[in-house]
């Protein structure tokens, strides 16, 4: 797995919008060191085309278009929909941008939207993080799950408490890098 914020000359898998701005670019930029291929390509645009956040960063599919990526991942955080159904609103969305619902597909806490822009067939993944935790407690979650590595989520949910378990995160995933690439030498 490779993260770029530029394509280049290169062809990506999968196209990553968020629905809050940049804040989780530091965070996906840590994963692909953990998972050490180069076959995958996940584009997380730097600067983006257009900069927007909620429901309205959906608009930049368009954006995109040209690049030829149908599998977006599209993480927003859960109080985008104040208490409304999620699924309904981002359809509502991409039908107001001019993009086809062809079905939807609930998985766990995330749903797949397969739709189509223009003769382009896209799978939409749409993740939901919330509607009280942010994207950092579901990441340190994961780590705790996959990893056996348990991150303090104890405290205020406020920004402080955002940016330490963020670089709580960040480190754990640097640190388990580092252990799996010393087993491989060895």
């Known amino acids: 797995m490779r993260l770029v914020e530029d394509l ?6 999968f196209l990553i919008i968020t629905g809050d701005g940049r804040s989780e670019l530091k965070i996906f930029r840590a994963l692909p060191e953990k ?4 076959d995958l390509i996940l584009f997380f645009p730097f ?7 909620g429901l309205n960063a959906l608009n930049t599919l368009k954006d995109y ?6 599998s977006i991942i599209y993480i927003v955080d859960g109080d985008t929909f104040k208490g409304e159904s ?20 609930p998985i ?9 822009s223009g003769d382009q067939e896209i ?10 935790t942010f994207i950092e407690e579901e990441i340190a979650k994961l ?20 940016k330490r378990v963020k670089k709580d995160v960040i480190q754990t995933l640097r640190e388990n890098k580092v252990k799996l690439t010393f087993k491989k030498q060895s």
């Open 8 to 13: 280049g000359k290169l062809r990506a898998q």
């Open 35 to 38: 998972y050490n291929g180069k």
């Open 47 to 53: 600067p983006p085309r257009s900069r927007k956040t």
């Open 65 to 70: 278009k040209s690049d030829r990526i149908n």
């Open 86 to 105: 999620a699924d309904v609103k981002v359809q509502k969305h991409l039908k107001s941008i001019g993009i086809d619902i062809i079905n939807i597909t």
């Open 108 to 116: 766990r806490e995330a749903f797949l939207i397969k739709c189509r």
């Open 123 to 132: 799978f939409l993944h749409c993740v939901i993080v919330g509607p009280k």
């Open 143 to 162: 780590i705790e799950l996959k990893l056996r590595k348990k991150i303090d989520l104890s405290g205020n949910r406020d920004n402080n408490w955002k």
